[in-house]
């Protein structure tokens, strides 16, 4: 049974930083594609970062918003996803959800809290 949980959120001044974590069990990163998503209040959902599975290339991808300031990576053995944020604005205020997605799968954790304010 796959499941994912996230951690890390939390509250954070603007311009700091924040690493979020994703615990994939059950899970081969070879396989399955990770993305980072986030929801702000009163908004949809909106894919964040994405990387994508080895046998597909293994490499990473940003949506404009966060390029050059977030950074995504994983670690198979450890079953682990992160998403390293820096220089975080307020506008990046949401919940942020971690995704696994391969052909017929698709799962999602419960989400973390990502709140930059002053």
């Known amino acids: 049974q796959v499941q994912l949980v996230e951690s890390g959120g939390g509250l954070v001044e603007p311009g700091g930083s924040l690493r979020l974590s994703c615990a994939a069990s059950d899970l081969d990163f070879n396989i399955f594609t990770m993305r980072w998503y986030r929801q702000a209040p009163g908004k949809e959902r909106e894919w964040v970062a994405a990387?994508?599975?080895?046998?597909?290339?293994?490499?990473?991808n940003y949506a404009d918003s966060v390029k050059g300031r977030f950074t995504i990576s994983g670690d198979n053995l450890k079953k682990m996803l992160y998403l390293q944020m820096n220089d975080l604005k307020p506008e990046d205020t949401a919940v942020y959800y971690c995704?696994?997605?391969?052909?017929?799968?698709?799962?999602w954790g419960p989400g973390t809290q990502v709140t930059v304010s002053s």
């Open positions: 990387l994508v599975s080895s046998r597909n290339g293994g490499y990473t």
């Open positions: 995704n696994a997605r391969a052909t017929r799968d698709d799962y």
